[in-house]
């Protein structure tokens, strides 16, 4: 039977340069870069290589890259970070924030800190108006998701800058920027001075590099505190031997993607407007991901089918060989509704029937069809489930 | 000096003239179970030999049929040969200043010189010579050295307790219905108990249930074969049958017409196994469908006898059993299986047989056994292997 990954958002397979990479960096570079010898050298000059493609990929100097075992520890180690790091911080973060964003959040406002949760729209993208009303004098950090996990849009991070800079401009202090641009890396072409961001998370498997390492664009100057202890590594903000072969895969994804980029995004967002169009014939779906493109990543498409079960379908679209997810796989062991799908509006009826199709760099225009026939193959099929 | 294992059983030991099977059937399970260890079948015991692995004794608190064990010391039937073990039991122990302690002898060989209360009275004055700090008390010791005096000696400070019941494979076979709940598991766990081999049936429904849900019966069977032995799963698929349901059944019904159709799966499942009645984990009154109406209409798809061995607990009894199993911490993972897919918002909560039998009346029934029978797997979960 065919088979047709549709879940990239999720993870996406290692492209074969990248597996190149990680095993050269383990059969060449065994030593640790922080050791003194020859061996030491030849595996800092490695991470420092790598740590170069990854600042390039981004627009950021090479010392402003932070390696951690991935998005998540990003997420914590910036809003934990900036927290810590302020006196009576206020921390302002968008409801349909990843849970490693979300979960801290919570964490920090249990412990007393003043957490605000800024509203989103139907369509998903972040209120603007409401974020200008929640800031402060003493806010600190400000988090928006670049690319939101699940729908896929697109959200306005650098007009958020804006009005941080209006709020330096009235109080004199400028609260830090975090944005969480797991899903936009390679995806979507952006550059950490553009967005005016002090603070960007990435992680390498989102864009075929290995799973288990990411990063932090940490702006020079920004101040945070270490969530990990116990050595200097990477300017001591995150302690440990690095994941030196996994960091050698993941600036062999940068680097395929900063070659293939512009290729590959006109690519996806052909193929995901194909798969649009053709799941649309079908009716009957809701969309939770907006139609502009503009506003979009090219390669995520979030779709409600009222009545129906999402991990029913997930299931019976495994049957026909495509594999797609009900929201961030994170969350799919849980039976609860998408978290940002109700931050959406939407009913808890809506938020428990969708499902979330990501597509990759070898996508192609007959897995679409496939897809949209194996679509339309389990909708007659399940069409009995749906209760009047 | 050898270091054995004594095992104790003590409701077989009294089932007259099938007590020799009984016991031959605790001993073979023992040594399945345990490959490397030596089982001899004693008069009134079994002994391990070659048992020093920490997890023989943890294997024995799950074999049922054992009332207890002992990890005890083997010496010559001599008083300076059981001082020898003696001492060094209560050197493991490393008693400090103060500890009470007796010894308490059983003597079978006869023919030892010295009666039991002797050999109480002179080994105890021997090990306070050794361990001055040791005091003796008769009532609740904090120590007991216990001696068991037979051709040989058998010196030992530990009795742990076994899980009783009898000996798996002495009670017969029946056929589980095994959900990937609390529930199931620790009915299989009951009837394994009173001896019987199992043989659980899944039901397995894709896209309306996970290949996870399905991963989580295979965890739940092996952890339950430590406590039954080596258990063939069966895996049947089930979408089939819901969707007929859902389309054919009032929605009321829906939940006694499943029942009855796995009910009769299962006895086709009981007639290729051998097996001589079914298993499920009801109990009454929980959900709406364990009436005692719709425990009679579910029950009338058989012929074969239904064992609900759960069904005078609560559910804090049940949990708190399936803790101990070990089934509990899978069952609760969130995976949803068939039984709460295809929920009636309105069950009818006391149907009567006839109605049961009226709501089939659109369904194939037969052939809708006959496909789940043809579509079904066996799966031999391997118990965690340990010499």
Known sequence: ?388 | MERVVLVRYGEIGLKGANRPAFVAQLARNLQAALPCVRVENRFDHLLLRDAQQPWVLERLARTFGVVSSSPALEVAAELDAIEQAARALVAELAPQPGTTFRVETHRRDKSFPLTSPEVDRELGRRLQTHFPGLVARMKDPQVCVWVDIRQRAYVYTQVRPGPGGLPVGTGGRAVALLSGGIDSPVAIWMVAKRGVEVTPVHFHAPPFTSERAKEKVVRLVEVLSQWCGPMELWVVPFAHVQRAIRQQVEEPLWTVAMRRIMMRVAERVAERVGAAALVTGESLGQVASQTLEALAAIEAATRLPVLRPLVGMDKLEITALAQRIGTYEISVLPYEDCCTLFVPRRPRTRPTLEEAERAEVGLAVDSLVQEALAGAETVFPAAPARA
Request: proline share 5%.
């Open chain 1, 1 to 388: 039977m065919r088979r047709v990954y549709l879940d990239h958002s999720a993870t996406s397979p290692p492209l074969p340069e990248v597996v190149e990479a990680v095993r050269d960096a383990l059969e060449r570079f065994p030593g640790n870069p922080a050791s003194l010898h020859g061996l030491g050298v030849e595996a800092e000059g490695l991470l420092e290589r790598s740590r170069e493609a990854v600042a390039l990929s981004l627009g950021a100097e090479p010392s402003e890259v932070v390696f951690t075992s991935g998005g998540t520890e990003a997420n914590n180690l910036a809003v934990f970070g900036a927290a810590w790091a302020r006196q009576d911080p206020h921390v302002v973060v968008s409801a349909f924030e990843h849970s490693s964003v979300l979960e801290p959040a919570r964490r920090l406002k249990e412990s007393g800190v003043a957490v605000d949760f800024c509203p989103v729209d139907g369509e998903g993208f972040v209120r603007l108006d409401a974020l200008e009303d929640l800031l402060r004098p003493n806010t600190a950090l400000v988090s928006v998701v670049l690319v939101n996990n699940e729908v896929g849009t697109l959200q306005p991070v650098a007009e958020v800058a804006r009005l941080l800079d209006r709020a330096q401009a009235r109080w004199g202090r400028r609260p830090l920027l975090h944005t969480d641009a797991v899903q936009a890396l390679g995806h979507v072409l952006f550059r950490v001075r553009d967005l005016g961001a002090d603070l960007v998370t990435v992680s390498a498997h989102k864009l075929g590099g290995p799973k288990g390492v990411g990063a932090l664009f940490v702006r020079r100057g920004v101040r945070l505190r270490p969530l990990v202890l116990g050595g200097d590594q990477e300017r001591g903000l995150r302690a440990g031997t690095p994941n030196l072969p996994g960091i050698a895969g993941f600036a062999a994804a940068v680097r395929f993607w900063d070659r293939e980029g512009d290729h590959l995004r006109d690519r996806l967002r052909q193929l995901s407007g194909r798969l649009r169009a053709g799941l649309q014939a079908l009716g009957g779906l809701r969309w939770n991901t907006p139609s502009d493109v503009d506003r979009t990543a090219p390669h995520i498409l979030n779709v409600s089918v009222p009545g129906l079960r999402g991990e029913v379908l997930v299931h019976r679209l495994e049957q026909e060989g495509v594999y797609a997810s009900t929201g961030s796989a994170c969350h799919s062991r849980r039976a609860h509704p998408s978290h940002v799908l109700l931050a959406m509006g939407r009913s808890k009826a809506e938020a428990v029937s969708a499902v979330r199709l990501s597509l990759g760099p070898e996508t192609t225009e007959d897995d679409v069809d496939h897809a949209v026939a194996a679509f339309r193959a389990a909708l007659e099929d399940l069409r009995f489930l749906v209760r009047s």
